[in-house]
């Protein structure tokens, strides 16, 4: 994420399911550059610490309420992505109703609306939106991606920042229209038969 510029210094954590009952999670503290296998942290689903010599990200909140309100997601990532960030910043969500790629690859982005960061209610702010969306916009802070692995996870928040960039390039350009609402129908079919949905 750092070679890609989704993150900066300490930004961002990340995730991975690890069986039925635990997860290992990226330590808070250290930039993701720096981090080394010997430096994540396993946690049980309840949030226990099983191994590990840091502290787990701040955040790991979300990633628990991710693992247990979605059994299809293996893999959680946070970032910072600049253009998708000021969208979130803005209070503007990503739709994708006008980016056929971003809609079948990534599917309709909300904005959570914003919760005081490593607090619980940063995960409570989910909860309406798990069943139905891959990706997500936090408000006033920055993105976060699930997936059914650690590449699918990371390949979201990239296409998210992409889809990003792309549509502030259009909205410099002019008004941007939307696909037509059969277009978009075909497209959420197509992402439903993926995801498994």
Known sequence: MYDRGLIAGQDGNVSVRLGDDALLVTPAGLSKVDVRPEDLVELGLDGTVR??????????????????????????VH???PTATAFAVAGLSLDGASLAELRLGVGPVPLVPYATPGTSGVADAFDPYWASHD?????????????R??????????????????MWAARALGDVPSLPADALAVLDAQRRAARGA
């Open 149 to 166: 692995s650690l590449t699918d996870a990371h390949q979201r928040m990239e296409s998210l920042e992409h889809g990003a960039r792309i």
């Open 79 to 81: 970032a910072h992505p």
């Open 135 to 147: 990706a997500f916009l936090m408000a006033h802070h920055g993105a976060l991606a699930v997936g």
């Open 51 to 76: 191994g590990g010599a840091r502290r787990p990200s701040s955040e790991v909140g979300i990633h628990l309420r991710a693992y247990h309100r979605r059994p299809d997601v293996q893999a959680v």
